[in-house]
Each structure stands twice: as C-alpha cells, then as structure tokens.
C-alpha cells in the first residue's frame, strides 16, 4: 500500500508560478511511475504529467513547456514535484499526485488533492 500526500496549492496571479509537491510513502517498492493529474468543476480528471522510474516525462500538451515534473526517490519515501510556470486560468484545478502500482497488483493510488487557483 502506498500512501500520497500534496501539498504547495493556492492562489496565484497569472503568469505566477507555484510548485506542488507529494510525498509517497508505504510500499515505494511496487510504484512503476508516478504523475500528476487535474480536475477542473464540471470536468473530467486529465493527466497533466507523469514520469517513470527511468526518468522519461510526458507532458499533457497544454502545460508543455511550463511545468516540469520531477521526482528524488529517497530510502523509503519518493518526492514527486510539479513546477508550474506561466500560470493561466484555465490552470485552476484540483490537482492530484498519482502513483501506478504494480504489486501485488496493478492499481492506482491517489492522493487527497491540492487546489490550485489562477485569478487576477
């Protein structure tokens, strides 16, 4: 079982930027890859970015260019991190860190969310 926690949301002007973190923990051990994922009100859950434990990224070609995902695998916790430069409105979501585990089951696990508002 592992266990996601993010933190670094809030309010930000327009063309701001702000980074998110989250903090895996548990069974580090069966995470394939890791990622980022969005919900904005009235919309469905979209992938912003995700990363694997080789390092290769993949980017949502509507942040292409002004987040960066990022992860530090420490002894018995992994960091994942999202920069998020060149903020527009439509970036305002809640976003969720996300992690694809492959024991002992393929599953996903997801964490709580952080808001994340772009407004003037």
């Known amino acids: 079982q592992v266990q996601l926690v993010e933190s670094g949301g809030g309010l930000v002007q327009p063309g701001g930027s702000l980074r998110l973190s989250c903090q895996a923990s548990?069974?580090?051990?069966?995470?394939?890859?890791v990622g980022w994922y969005r919900q904005a009100p009235g919309k469905q859950r979209e992938l912003v970015a995700t990363i694997s434990s080789s390092g290769s990224t993949n980017y949502a070609d509507s942040v292409k260019g002004r987040f960066t995902i990022s992860r530090v695998n420490a002894k018995n916790t992994l960091y994942l991190y999202l920069q998020m430069n060149s903020l527009k409105p439509e970036d305002t979501a809640v976003y969720y860190c996300?992690?694809?585990?492959?024991?002992?089951?393929?599953?996903?696990?997801w964490g709580q969310g952080t808001q994340v508002t772009v407004s003037s």
């Open positions: 548990g069974s580090i051990f069966s995470i394939n890859s």
């Open positions: 996300n992690a694809y585990l492959i024991w002992p089951i393929h599953k996903n696990s």
